[in-house]
């Protein structure tokens, strides 16, 4: 006989209340900060391209667009430049500027596209132009591609008319229009003393909606000035495990996925294309045993580089000869890369040893995880090689901070000698981006330097043309044979998955900046 | 009751600071992360300006200062990567977490009490074999490979399910619940089973048998609530687990919750908003302490705080009873 209790019915509401309070979370059904579409995640929908990348844009504000996270969404497709590098032909093609020349020492002027209009409806204009360039280079906003192209310099930048701008540089710079190619136009209404997480721009693409955590939407912009792009709205996710990036292409849940490696299973739909970043180790050459030429030289004559290539990276990774691969100006292909030579390798550090150089003396090689597909066995495989030649070296797999503690300044300088595993993409398209950062004494990236390196370098980057190409071969040829700052290794490939839907030709920028413009429908 | 929840909440507070203090300094001893957000070449005036931008030049005393003076104004700090207030970012991402943690173990719960319950009927008979075997499987198995399995079976290879992300209605829930069910389930199983076994074992189930009383009832009405206690610690360290956030499963399935925003946030140096993540994830597992206690007191009147205190009115008065009676 039951006694049913003012306790037992207590009991029993209180379980009946969390057994539908549970059904009904489970009957919502929807994740928080989500809408649940009709679609349900189908890339099938014929206007809606669907792009999954890496990680969430920490921001899409367009002055720290050269942050590839960042510049892969909004470059070209959000906002425009005033001039675009070719990254195929390395040449500067006309964008929202349609003309440009130097007009001074330290002044050139251009000449601003007529009928373009932002995607808030106000005019593209001069005046819109000098508000960004000052925005971005001039400001206190701390902007990315301050530090990344300008450094301390500021630009002085006036609207001489509605279709003229000048823009005047503190010393002759002869690379100014590349580097405006780094300055993406924002709408005039831009604040100047805030950053902008969603910018309007006159790209062919316009943000409709950034879910944060799960999506962000372009509409395309019917008033682009341009021919119309072919999809009518891109959404952009993120998955942080390559191999769920490729499963989305694969089973049709997204159209193109990025910074794959082979490994992740996209396997016909897989292109690897070559992506400007080239590897190499960086000596401390202030530290012995480091700071004798001769070991350095045996740390390049020991690794074998082509085996590393043909094992580890046969995608198309090419064995490197210096810091910047073809297609950025001041390539030096007539340059050979450090043969692998073993015994040359262990008869200079003998040879360094007999003079007193101690090459006993523990050299730390910091290598970042996860910085690039097999990283971690690439270190290994450097370590073995390094060893053989006699000399004493650790591996220290870190983190990215932890890193970047060893890469710039100030650096590491209480942990012995250091040759670290860096990866140098240059974005900019010209070598003096590379050689001012890693070579130039003084520089953020260079442990040591040598004043007549220094000298061609600076000689170097007042030129334009064809002796300018001469005068950074130079550079790359005198620290190749004078210097060794360096034991570069490969210029590197990625991987990208495209699904049978969509065409597109991936090229060394494809990373830091996909232009949707460019992508359409198969067949 | 109040009393009690007084006491738990003033005893909780200072682990609380203590926490947060300690997340505080140990984050600024891993490193400069000016080099994370400047670009290489920044120059030495870039990175002193940075420093000033966000007090990180000032000593160390004066930026726990103002920090907790910060916080008692409900300012938790800006994030270093996105500019965004930490606690909007953090607030956004615990429901996330919140919901696919609660469901998850609210079926876990229910699966190891059928299940474990189902084992302890008839010690080492061929059902206890079973679902010992596939508790200890389950427990055992990393989630990170059960994931990525999943996918390739069940949305790759069969095309059920879609491979991850949050849209598409009840679809997606499915291999992430599935994934972070395992381990809960088979740990819990094999509580649940064998706290029963004892249970079962006791004079007073023979007595309820001898009374006549069902399987049935015997196993829900006298054996569970008692059975419960062990089941009740372990399913509790089990959320709280998950509550912290079940990183690999976010990370896979691109699920935006808390766990992935705090692994983020520590990669990235993003102080601001690694402190929130860590004092919410804090508050909210000092909240789930309070819950099992009180879960305690449901299942068992022994426990029950405000019997035992004999300082409430109502025992007063009983007191006075009992005096003026004597």
Same mark, same amino acid.
């Given at each position: 006989?039951?006694?049913?209790?003012?306790?037992?019915?207590?009991?029993?509401?209180?379980?009946?209340i969390?057994?539908?309070?549970?059904?009904?979370m489970?009957?919502?059904?929807? &994740?928080?900060?989500?809408?649940?579409?009709?679609?349900? #995640?189908?890339a099938?929908? +014929? =206007?809606? !391209?669907? @792009?999954?990348l890496?990680?969430?844009?920490?921001?899409?504000?367009?002055?720290?667009?050269?942050?590839?996270?960042?510049?892969?969404?909004?470059?070209?497709?959000?906002?425009e430049?005033?001039?675009?590098r070719?990254?195929?032909t390395?040449?500067l093609e006309p964008?929202?500027?349609?003309d440009?020349?130097?007009?001074?020492?330290?002044e050139?002027?251009?000449?601003?596209?007529e009928?373009?209009?932002?995607?808030d409806?106000?005019?593209?204009?001069?005046?819109?132009?000098?508000?960004s360039?000052?925005?971005? &280079?001039?400001?206190?906003?701390?902007?990315?591609?301050? #530090?990344?192209?300008?450094g +301390? =310099?500021d !630009?002085? @930048?006036?609207?001489?008319?509605?279709t003229?701008?000048?823009?005047t540089?503190?010393?002759?710079?002869?690379?100014?229009?590349l580097?405006?190619?780094?300055?993406?136009?924002?709408?005039?209404?831009?604040?100047?003393d805030?950053?902008?997480?969603?910018?309007?721009?006159?790209?062919?693409?316009?943000?409709?909606?950034?879910?944060?955590?799960?999506?962000?939407?372009?509409?395309?912009?019917?008033?682009?000035w341009?021919?119309?792009?072919e999809?009518?709205?891109?959404e952009?996710?993120?998955?942080?495990?390559?191999?769920?990036r490729?499963?989305?292409v694969?089973?049709?849940?997204?159209?193109?996925?990025l910074g794959?490696?082979p490994?992740?299973?996209?396997?016909?739909?897989?292109?690897?294309?070559p992506?400007?970043?080239t590897?190499?180790?960086r000596?401390s050459?202030?530290?012995?045993?480091l700071?004798?030429?001769?070991?350095?030289q045996?740390?390049?004559?020991?690794?074998?580089?082509?085996?590393?290539?043909?094992?580890?990276y046969?995608?198309?990774?090419?064995?490197?000869?210096?810091?910047?691969?073809?297609g950025?100006?001041?390539y030096?292909?007539?340059?050979?890369?450090?043969?692998?030579?073993l015994?040359?390798?262990k008869?200079?550090?003998?040879?360094?040893?007999?003079?007193?150089?101690?090459?006993?003396?523990k050299?730390?090689?910091?290598?970042r995880?996860?910085?690039?597909?097999?990283?971690?066995?690439?270190?290994?495989?450097?370590?073995?090689?390094?060893?053989?030649?006699?000399?004493?070296?650790?591996?220290r797999?870190?983190?990215t901070?932890?890193h970047?503690?060893y890469?710039?300044?100030?650096?590491?300088?209480?942990?012995?000698?250091?040759?670290?595993?860096?990866?140098?993409?240059?974005?900019?398209?010209?070598?003096?981006?590379?050689?001012?950062?890693?070579?130039?004494?003084?520089?953020?990236?260079?442990?040591f330097?040598d004043?007549?390196?220094?000298?061609?370098?600076?000689?170097a980057?007042?030129?334009?043309?064809?002796?300018r190409?001469?005068?950074?071969?130079?550079?790359?040829q005198?620290?190749?044979?004078?210097?060794?700052?360096?034991?570069?290794?490969?210029?590197?490939?990625?991987?990208?998955?495209?699904?049978?839907?969509v065409?597109?030709?991936p090229?060394s920028?494809?990373?830091?900046?996909?232009r949707?413009?460019?992508?359409?429908?198969?067949? | 009751?109040?009393?009690?929840?007084?006491?738990r909440?003033?005893q909780?507070?200072?682990?609380?600071?203590?926490?947060?203090?300690?997340?505080?300094?140990?984050?600024?001893?891993?490193?400069?992360?000016?080099?994370?957000?400047l670009?290489?070449?920044?120059?030495?005036?870039?990175?002193?300006?940075?420093?000033?931008?966000?007090?990180?030049?000032?000593?160390?005393?004066?930026?726990?200062?103002?920090?907790?003076?910060?916080?008692?104004q409900?300012?938790?700090?800006e994030?270093?990567?996105?500019?965004?207030s930490?606690?909007?970012?953090?607030?956004r991402a615990?429901?996330?977490?919140?919901q696919l943690?609660?469901?998850?173990?609210?079926?876990a719960?229910?699966v190891?009490?059928?299940?474990?319950?189902?084992?302890?009927?008839k010690?080492?008979g061929?059902?206890?074999?079973?679902?010992?075997?596939?508790?200890?499987?389950?427990?055992?198995v990393?989630?990170?490979?059960?994931?990525?399995?999943?996918?390739w079976?069940?949305?790759?290879?069969?095309?059920?399910?879609?491979?991850s992300?949050?849209d598409?209605?009840?679809?997606?829930?499915?291999?992430?619940?599935?994934?972070?069910?395992l381990r809960?389930?088979?740990v819990?199983?094999?509580?649940?089973?064998?706290?029963m076994?004892?249970?079962?074992?006791?004079?007073?189930v023979?007595?309820a048998?001898s009374?006549?009383?069902?399987?049935?009832?015997?196993?829900t009405?006298?054996a569970?609530?008692?059975?419960?206690?062990?089941?009740?610690?372990?399913?509790?360290?089990?959320?709280?687990s998950?509550?912290n956030?079940?990183v690999?499963?976010?990370?896979?399935?691109g699920?935006?919750?808390i766990?992935?925003?705090?692994?983020?946030?520590?990669?990235?140096?993003?102080?601001?908003?690694?402190?929130?993540?860590?004092?919410?994830?804090?508050?909210?597992?000092?909240?789930?302490?309070?819950?099992?206690?009180?879960?305690?007191?449901?299942?068992?009147?022994?426990?029950?705080p405000?019997?035992?205190?004999?300082r409430?009115?109502?025992?007063a008065?009983?007191?006075?009873?009992?005096?003026?009676h004597?």
């Amino acid at each position: 006989m039951k006694i049913s209790s003012p306790q037992h019915r207590a009991k029993r509401i209180s379980m009946s209340i969390a057994a539908v309070a549970s059904f009904a979370m489970l009957a919502s059904c929807s &994740v928080a900060n989500s809408e649940p579409e009709a679609g349900g #995640g189908d890339a099938g929908t +014929d =206007d809606t !391209l669907t @792009v999954v990348l890496t990680q969430e844009p920490p921001t899409l504000e367009a002055c720290d667009a050269n942050l590839t996270s960042t510049g892969v969404v909004v470059r070209s497709t959000v906002t425009e430049p005033l001039i675009e590098r070719n990254p195929t032909t390395g040449d500067l093609e006309p964008l929202l500027a349609t003309d440009w020349e130097q007009t001074g020492d330290t002044e050139w002027t251009f000449t601003m596209r007529e009928d373009v209009t932002f995607q808030d409806g106000t005019p593209f204009d001069a005046a819109a132009a000098a508000h960004s360039i000052d925005r971005a &280079v001039n400001g206190d906003l701390g902007c990315d591609v301050e #530090g990344y192209i300008f450094g +301390d =310099d500021d !630009l002085e @930048v006036e609207a001489v008319d509605e279709t003229t701008l000048t823009v005047t540089t503190p010393a002759p710079d002869p690379i100014l229009p590349l580097k405006l190619s780094f300055i993406e136009i924002v709408s005039a209404d831009t604040p100047a003393d805030e950053m902008a997480r969603e910018p309007v721009g006159t790209g062919p693409y316009a943000i409709a909606e950034w879910q944060a955590g799960t999506s962000i939407t372009l509409d395309r912009d019917e008033d682009y000035w341009d021919a119309a792009p072919e999809f009518a709205h891109v959404e952009y996710q993120w998955r942080s495990e390559g191999t769920v990036r490729a499963a989305m292409v694969t089973s049709g849940e997204a159209d193109i996925a990025l910074g794959l490696s082979p490994e992740d299973g996209a396997g016909d739909l897989g292109v690897s294309y070559p992506n400007n970043e080239t590897i190499a180790l960086r000596f401390s050459g202030q530290t012995a045993p480091l700071d004798d030429i001769r070991i350095r030289q045996a740390i390049n004559y020991a690794i074998d580089k082509d085996t590393i290539v043909s094992s580890l990276y046969p995608d198309g990774d090419k064995v490197a000869a210096e810091l910047i691969p073809e297609g950025i100006v001041g390539y030096n292909d007539s340059l050979e890369p450090w043969p692998y030579d073993l015994d040359k390798a262990k008869a200079l550090v003998e040879e360094a040893k007999a003079d007193g150089t101690p090459v006993d003396e523990k050299i730390l090689m910091p290598v970042r995880t996860a910085q690039f597909p097999k990283v971690s066995e690439l270190g290994e495989v450097l370590r073995e090689q390094i060893s053989q030649a006699g000399l004493n070296i650790e591996l220290r797999m870190v983190d990215t901070t932890q890193h970047l503690q060893y890469q710039t300044k100030p650096f590491v300088t209480d942990e012995g000698p250091i040759a670290m595993l860096i990866q140098h993409g240059n974005q900019a398209g010209d070598a003096q981006f590379s050689v001012e950062q890693y070579m130039l004494t003084g520089a953020a990236q260079a442990e040591f330097g040598d004043p007549e390196l220094d000298e061609l370098i600076k000689a170097a980057a007042k030129l334009t043309g064809d002796e300018r190409q001469a005068a950074y071969e130079e550079v790359f040829q005198y620290e190749h044979d004078n210097v060794v700052a360096l034991a570069p290794i490969a210029h590197q490939t990625v991987m990208l998955a495209l699904s049978d839907r969509v065409t597109y030709e991936p090229n060394s920028s494809t990373g830091d900046e996909l232009r949707i413009k460019e992508v359409s429908l198969a067949g | 009751m109040w009393t009690y929840l007084r006491k738990r909440i003033l005893q909780s507070a200072l682990p609380l600071v203590a926490v947060v203090l300690g997340v505080f300094v140990l984050a600024r001893l891993t490193g400069d992360p000016s080099k994370l957000y400047l670009p290489l070449n920044a120059t030495d005036q870039m990175r002193s300006d940075f420093a000033a931008r966000n007090g990180f030049d000032k000593p160390i005393w004066e930026q726990m200062g103002d920090y907790f003076l910060g916080v008692l104004q409900f300012d938790f700090g800006e994030s270093l990567r996105t500019g965004e207030s930490a606690a909007t970012m953090v607030l956004r991402a615990f429901p996330a977490t919140l919901q696919l943690a609660g469901t998850t173990m609210i079926i876990a719960i229910v699966v190891a009490i059928v299940v474990g319950s189902w084992a302890a009927l008839k010690p080492n008979g061929i059902a206890d074999r079973i679902v010992s075997f596939f508790a200890m499987v389950a427990a055992a198995v990393p989630d990170f490979w059960l994931a990525i399995l999943g996918i390739w079976i069940f949305a790759i290879t069969l095309g059920w399910l879609p491979t991850s992300g949050t849209d598409g209605g009840v679809s997606v829930w499915v291999l992430p619940i599935a994934t972070l069910l395992l381990r809960p389930v088979g740990v819990l199983a094999q509580i649940v089973r064998g706290s029963m076994v004892t249970v079962l074992g006791q004079p007073y189930v023979n007595v309820a048998r001898s009374r006549g009383a069902g399987q049935m009832r015997i196993v829900t009405h006298h054996a569970l609530r008692n059975a419960a206690a062990p089941a009740l610690t372990v399913a509790g360290d089990l959320t709280v687990s998950m509550v912290n956030g079940a990183v690999i499963v976010e990370s896979i399935f691109g699920w935006p919750g808390i766990g992935k925003l705090m692994i983020d946030s520590i990669l990235q140096r993003d102080f601001a908003v690694l402190q929130a993540a860590v004092l919410l994830t804090a508050l909210a597992i000092f909240v789930l302490n309070i819950l099992i206690d009180l879960g305690y007191a449901a299942l068992d009147p022994r426990v029950r705080p405000a019997a035992k205190a004999g300082r409430g009115p109502k025992a007063a008065s009983e007191k006075q009873e009992a005096a003026a009676h004597v």
